[in-house]
């Protein structure tokens, strides 16, 4: 799952501030034992307290709005798909006949793009080929 710019830049900036507590610690225990041993407690304790900071936001944060949620929704008499559809007769009377056609490309868009369709639409996250869509229709 690939991270937006802003949470790359954050995951970068925690991996720099990490780096140096780390790297300050380190030289603390070197040069006085007992100071890096309350240094590293009390830089414990304050981690600690993000970290629950931080669950407890993801938590109550909606679902489906980070990165990599997808929402998939339909209204009365429609049809949507997070990925592709491929090979469907929708309708009355449809056929698909033949052989498929060879799948194209993947969408540019990512994990993360909701999929929608309204009332008697057809939206998917991937690609739509080879259907018969609508009443009596026929994909040869």
Partial sequence: MA???AARVVV???AVVA???SAGLIVALVVDPDMADRTAGVTGAIVGLAAFVLSVL???RSPGTGSGGRRVRAG???IAAGG???GNAIGDRSKVIGSPTPSGPAPAGGQGTDVQAGRDGIAAGGNITDNAVGDGSERR
């Fill in 76 to 78: 009365r008499g429609g």
């Fill in 12 to 14: 970068w900036v925690v």
């Fill in 3 to 5: 991270a937006s710019g």
């Fill in 58 to 60: 993801t938590l109550l």
């Fill in 19 to 21: 780096g140096v507590v």
């Fill in 84 to 86: 592709n559809i491929t």
